[in-house]
């Protein structure tokens, strides 16, 4: 996809659709006047956008939407409200763009230009409206149809094109670009999300990030199963047993900021289907599990988004791989595993398999003496029950660096919400056995295995986000389609670069 900014206004370009973002004030308020100037710019259109705009009664509302056809310039325009205009914020811009940019998709346009009044950008900051137009835009164009062969493969969006004439023209480009890396990154982990588990699994999985981090020039360390034997990952390899599929563990190593010796470790999850193992899962929904490793492609799009857009932070992604099956070998409801942090786990139920793997990355992480580890993980349907699908549970034992994530989450709008830990659900996991036991019963499901992932952290500033309800959506979004969201890319991109800045 071609991504770009100009620094014009929208009736001078030539293109399949235009996207209008307006909001009240522009259409019936002090704004008005200067849509009216606009249009009338359009060579003998004046008349025929004006009486559409009168006849249709489009006031500019949030959510309100109308498509006017046959214009000089462009095959259709698709004007999208986001009303009054004191209100307005980055979502809001976000949000216009993607809905308008579907309609044009679907109108079959193939180059868009998505534009709004310059009046807007008095009152937010142009690199802000240029990013958030084409963050909707982009990633509100996302489709996943590479196994359509036959007749279903609809005309994409290839071209989007932000005009404003009232932005600086260096300030537009810069948005614009960073948008394009920005959404790119969110692009592969939704990709990797929404692919089967045939074609993604642990080999491929590690060879995906492999290859990023060639084209990145990000250092990688891919380790096999002889190595994971070696470090004795006595958790990783107890969930692989059950598979035929070799596990891998992956190292993602962008080192953004050579003056510093400060690390931070991103952890993710990566069982590339969770069948349950021996604890199987009923049939109904089990398809979803080929995206249970949704916070490992969080992390490869993150470490790919840091490196494009060469944020100076040093940052290390973890993300250790295997699938959940109930093969001969597979391990066992009693069984009691040595992690490589020598800590015991008694397995209550193979299902619980997310933080057992978790378990012997969150200690590898340590080597780096990060200055925080943060982990990603689809890891309980209990915080799918508590949180639903709009917002990610955050637990963790660093206040401050849980503050920034929910500041990085408000202005992602991939929000977070702190859950506890106290210390009264530790007994929940107490084993008679070991050190620990791999579930809690029926209650604080999401807290328990919160609790259960602390024990592996050591005394490093941790936090854990459980992505079960935010990675994969049942139903499509505002800009993200039904499937893989990509959550975690964009607000763990916006984290760093908050770190970057105070650096
Ligand atoms: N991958 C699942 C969690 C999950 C559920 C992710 C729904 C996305 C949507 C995880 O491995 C799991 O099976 N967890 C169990 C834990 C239980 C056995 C303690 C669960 O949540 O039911
Ligand atoms: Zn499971
Ligand atoms: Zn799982």
Not at 65 to 91: I, P, R
Not at 115 to 135: F, G, I, Q
Not at 370 to 396: Q, R
Request: include cysteine; glycine fraction near 8%.
């Amino acid at each position: 996809m071609k991504v770009e900014f100009i620094q014009r206004d929208f009736t001078t370009i030539k293109a399949d659709a235009l996207v209008l973002v307006l909001t009240k004030d522009d259409v019936g308020g002090k704004k008005a006047a200067e849509l009216s100037r606009l249009i009338s710019k359009f060579p003998g259109e004046k008349s025929h956008l004006e009486r559409a705009l009168a006849a249709s009664g489009f006031a500019g509302d949030k959510e309100e939407q109308m498509t006017v056809y046959s214009l000089a310039k462009y095959g259709a325009a698709f004007l999208v409200g986001t009303g009054d205009e004191s209100q307005l914020s980055n979502e809001k811009l976000r949000r216009a763009a993607a809905a308008g940019i579907r309609a044009a998709q679907l109108a079959k346009a193939v180059s868009v230009i998505v534009a709004t009044l310059d009046s807007v950008t008095e009152e937010t900051s142009h690199y802000e409206v240029v990013h958030s137009l084409l963050e909707g835009a982009i990633l509100g164009a996302y489709k996943f149809d590479k196994y359509f062969t036959l007749d279903r493969k609809n005309s994409k969006v290839d071209t989007i094109t932000v005009a404003l004439a009232g932005v600086e023209a260096s300030i537009g480009k810069k948005a614009a670009k960073d948008a394009e890396l920005t959404c790119e990154a969110v692009y592969l982990t939704r990709d990797l999300c929404n692919a089967p588990a045939n074609e993604i699994h642990p080999e491929a999985l590690a060879n995906v990030a492999a290859n990023m981090a060639k084209k990145y020039h990000v250092h990688s360390r891919i380790l096999d199963e002889k190595q994971i034997r070696k470090l004795k990952m006595g958790g990783l390899l107890a969930v692989n047993s059950g598979s035929a599929r070799p596990p891998r563990f992956i190292t993602l190593e962008y080192k953004g900021n050579p003056r510093s010796r400060d690390w931070y470790a991103i952890v993710g999850k990566g069982i590339t289907f969770d069948s349950g193992g021996i604890s199987l899962k009923p049939s109904a929904g089990m398809a979803e599990m080929k995206m249970d490793m949704s916070g490992a492609a969080a992390v490869i799009g993150t470490i790919q988004a840091l490196a494009s857009l060469k944020i100076p932070v040093n940052v290390v992604g973890l993300a250790p791989s295997t699938e959940n099956l109930p093969g001969g070998r597979a391990y066992k409801p009693g069984d009691v595993v040595t992690t490589m942090s020598g800590i015991t786990i008694e397995v209550d139920n193979t299902d619980a398999e997310g933080r057992i793997i978790l378990s012997d990355a969150l200690h590898y992480a340590k080597r780096y003496r990060p200055k925080a580890i943060i982990d990603l993980a689809t890891l309980t349907g209990a915080c799918v029950v508590a949180l639903g699908h709009h917002a990610t549970g955050m637990f963790g034992t660093s206040e401050d660096v849980m503050a920034q994530l929910k500041e990085a989450g408000e202005k992602t709008f991939e929000r977070v919400w702190q859950m506890p830990i106290f210390e009264e659900y530790e007994k929940q996991i107490k084993s008679e056995i070991a050190d620990v036991k791999n579930v809690g019963g029926r209650w604080a499901g999401a807290i328990t295995a919160a609790l259960f992932l602390k024990k592996f952290v050591g005394d490093y500033p941790w936090v854990h986000l459980d992505i079960a309800g935010t990675a994969m959506l049942e139903e499509p979004a505002d800009y993200s389609p039904r499937g893989g969201s990509g959550v975690g890319v964009r607000l763990l991109t916006e984290f760093f670069k908050r770190i970057a800045a105070q650096n």
